[in-house]
């Protein structure tokens, strides 16, 4: 299957500071792009979804000005948490299509973020 | 009513044993379906995908899907403790990547 590369695996901060998450696809052009927050024994929920090019669209009750999504290129997304709180510690993920609308997603091995 | 409904009990099953799976769903436009593995504090692993209703078998793991009843299965056969991991049914319609996920089911397989 395709590859995903998710940066970092995992990362600490503290409170108030801001935090890049990375997401590439290595093998394969992605026009889109999606990201998920995880908590323990929850499923994904998505968060928003990243079109090369053009802004980001964000899930219902996700804030777009905490949550900043660049997706610069065809095969880098990025997902920046903005001033951190201890609330936004959870496992966040990426995943990318290499086809068009079959639903055939790949993800990133996650990123594990925890604020002090 | 969710759109997909993964009874997300723990299932615990000797090595060896065939592991089932299933999740309910409620849109029929759904036609592609997925299942996952994750194993804990990884992302999830493509296992299996599938168009519309049948059969598709691939090694040990075997995906159905029955359009008519909106019931997606996947079995596991002669499990492994390295099939121990959390398994992620999702789902969506044609030239939509947006997934509908379940629950995910925990499986662990003792040796």
């Not at chain 2, 436009?29 to 168009?51: D, I, N, V």
């Not at chain 2, 969506?92 to 996920?101: E, V």
Request: with cysteine; hydrophobic share 35%; aromatic share 12%.
């Amino acid at each position: 299957g395709a590859v995903v590369s998710q940066h970092p695996s995992r990362v600490i901060c503290k409170s108030g500071t801001s935090v890049k998450i990375e997401c590439r696809s290595l093998d394969f052009q992605a026009t889109t792009m999606f990201w998920y927050r995880q908590f323990p024994k929850q499923s994904l929920m998505l968060m928003a979804t990243s079109n090369e090019g053009s802004k980001a669209t964000y899930e219902q009750g996700v804030e777009k000005d905490k949550f900043l999504i660049n997706h610069a290129s065809l095969t880098l997304s990025t997902l920046t948490v903005t001033s951190a709180h201890p609330e936004d510690s959870s496992f966040y993920i990426c995943s990318a299509a290499s086809s068009v609308n079959t639903g055939e997603l790949f993800f990133g091995e996650g990123s594990r973020l925890t604020v002090l | 009513q969710k759109e997909v409904e993964q009874d997300p009990g723990p299932l615990s099953v000797p090595e060896g044993a065939i592991v089932s799976l299933n999740c309910t769903y409620s849109n029929s436009a759904f036609q592609y379906f997925m299942w996952y593995r994750q194993y804990s504090r990884k992302g999830p692993e493509l296992l299996m995908y599938t168009y519309s209703s049948g059969n598709k078998e691939d090694g040990r793991f075997t995906a159905q899907v029955d359009k008519s009843s909106k019931y997606i299965s996947l079995f596991i056969r002669d499990s492994q403790p390295s099939d121990s991991a959390t398994y992620l049914c999702a789902m969506t319609g044609y030239g939509n990547n947006r997934l509908a996920f379940g629950k995910g089911n925990q499986v662990v397989v003792i040796p």
